[in-house]
Nanobody
Framework: QVQLVESGGGLVQPGGSLRLSCAAS????????MGWYRQAPGSPRELVAT???????NYADSVKGQFTISRDNVKNTMYLQMNNLKPEDTAVYYC????????????????WGQGTQVTVSS
């Protein structure tokens, strides 16, 4: 089972930058795919970005060219670099990690972070 701790959220002015971190710990054999969701008040949950074990990335159209997802497999940490932030980026951001609990075809488990608030306002 994996525990994910998020950090890096806060208040930033439009055009500013933030870097979110998602650190994984606990019992697991490996982390497979990871990603970030966000949810703003009155809006549905949106999948922002994903990164696979092989570091292949995908982004929502709304953040392409603006956000960058990455991972450090040694530190078991994932990052979301957010540049040129806009008010519409204001949301609670949640990370997730799909983990394999043992080698081979071991059991799978998806862990979730507690969420970190990102507020973009002047």
């Amino acid at each position: 089972q994996v525990q994910l701790v998020e950090s890096g959220g806060g208040l930033v002015q439009p055009g500013g930058s933030l870097r979110l971190s998602c650190a994984a710990s606990g019992r697991f054999f490996r982390i497979n795919n990871m990603g970030w969701y966000r949810q703003a008040p009155g809006s549905p949950r949106e999948l922002v970005a994903t990164v696979t074990t092989g570091a292949s990335t995908n982004y929502a159209d709304s953040v392409k060219g603006q956000f960058t997802i990455s991972r450090d497999n040694v530190k078991n940490t994932m990052y979301l670099q957010m540049n040129n932030l806009k008010p519409e980026d204001t949301a609670v951001y949640y990370c997730y990690a799909e983990t394999q609990l043992s080698g081979g075809n071991g059991r799978s488990y998806t862990g979730w972070g507690q969420g970190t608030q990102v507020t973009v306002s002047s």
